[in-house]
């Protein structure tokens, strides 16, 4: 943990942070990802043609629009048929270059080898500023990290998946990493993972284990499959997500390790986006203030300044009163109450404050309507 080194202690400190106001600073909270690509995919491309180019814009930009939102049924969204194919106009950049693709060596003499790629960067704001236009909510860059532990069985033989030796069973979590933009954590799988988390730790589901072999990654969530091999062309597996101390299981299945892993690895990510992410109905700006206890010098005030600044879901900041232990702020949330809670969750900078029906001051000068929600927090050393 960080310490306040070098900082005096200031019994009296609403003198000192009053002369602060005019910072201005942002902060990643300390374990959720930011993440960095919400606005850019690469799709084949037919050709160089202004209408094959097109198609695959269009096609770019329904990816695109699933990262931003993090909802797969976005594309299928009656407001924004017309926006899709449309797609070129919120356009930045875009880019071509040729791959070389593997194919199976049965594959017939016609077959291309070389496949030209589109990729497509869009103009965030445009995009932003038309979807909360057409009520669907924006999902911010500052997302849940997920540690991911992978256990196969084939031919009766159990084993804990390595990166750099099972690579169907990680190609299909860096397809849906690049697709839903939800940052997806590896283990190292090195002495110190064999000695803390064995293959049946796994495959019995035992979650205290789990979470502590986890810990040295400071994932939000943790993700562990059980893949099982039921011959040619048929995997299956069944999925948990451990979310702080809830569970969440669901199965998968697929022709190939890869297409099981990446079924199961979409279905996660997308209970980690109904949690995290901003609904519809969630998409306007409330009035919310966070009364935060513990802040009792410059240093601690700082980092709560930082730490608020780079809430996504935040849209203004306003000083409210300032106590000689606390401080209270009156914030201008999108989203409201859920967003600003789940975004502060990420992070190890406040913990939940047991106080209720403290009486908050409100000075003529907050520019934001009285009688708002009340939080309270705490902030960790």
């Not at 902060?27 to 209408?51: I, R, T």
């Not at 976005?74 to 693709?101: D, F, K, T």
Request: proline fraction near 5%; aromatic fraction near 8%; charged fraction near 20%.
């Amino acid at each position: 943990m960080r310490r306040n080194d070098g900082l005096t202690y200031m019994p009296y400190l609403h003198i000192s942070l009053l002369s602060l106001l005019m910072l201005t600073m942002t902060v990643s909270p300390a374990f959720s990802a930011q993440v960095s690509g919400l606005y850019e995919a690469e799709v084949p491309a037919a050709g160089q043609e202004v209408e094959q180019r097109n198609r695959a814009i269009v096609e770019a930009f329904r990816q695109v629009l699933v990262k931003v939102t993090g909802n797969r049924g976005v594309v299928h969204h009656p407001a924004l048929a017309e926006e899709i194919n449309s797609a070129p106009r919120y356009v930045q950049q875009y880019r071509y270059r040729v791959v070389e693709q593997e194919l199976p060596a049965s594959s017939p003499p016609q077959v291309q080898k070389q496949v030209r790629m589109l990729r497509v960067k869009f103009d965030e704001i445009a995009v932003n500023r038309m979807l909360r236009q057409q009520g669907v909510a924006v999902w911010g860059d500052k997302r849940p990290a997920t540690l991911v532990w992978l256990a196969t069985e084939e031919n009766g033989k159990r084993t804990l998946a390595m990166a750099d030796a099972d690579e169907q069973a990680y190609s299909g979590m860096l397809d849906v990493m690049e697709r839903r933009g939800v940052p997806i954590l590896f283990p190292l799988m090195d002495l110190e993972d064999q000695v803390n988390l064995q293959v049946s730790d796994v495959w019995g589901g035992f979650a205290d284990t789990i979470w502590q072999a986890s810990e040295r990654y400071g994932p939000d969530a943790v993700m562990t499959a059980r893949l099982v091999k039921f011959g040619p062309g048929l995997w299956r597996a069944g999925w948990t997500l451990l979310l702080g101390k809830k569970e969440f299981l669901w199965d998968s299945e697929g022709e190939s390790l890869s297409m099981a892993v990446e079924a199961g690895i979409h279905a996660g990510m997308d209970v980690l986006a109904s949690r995290y992410a901003p609904s519809a109905a969630e998409s306007s700006v409330n009035a919310i203030y966070l009364h935060v206890a513990g802040v009792s010098d410059l240093y601690s005030f700082a980092r709560l300044q930082k730490h608020l600044a780079g809430q996504d879901a935040v849209e203004q900041i306003a000083l409210a009163f300032v106590e000689p232990e606390a401080v209270t702020y009156a914030l201008q949330v999108r989203g409201g109450q859920r967003a600003l809670e789940q975004g502060i969750s990420l992070s190890n900078v406040l913990s939940p404050d047991a106080a209720e029906g403290t009486s908050i001051p409100q000075p003529s000068e907050v520019a934001i309507e009285s009688g708002g929600v009340v939080l309270h927090y705490l902030m960790r050393p």
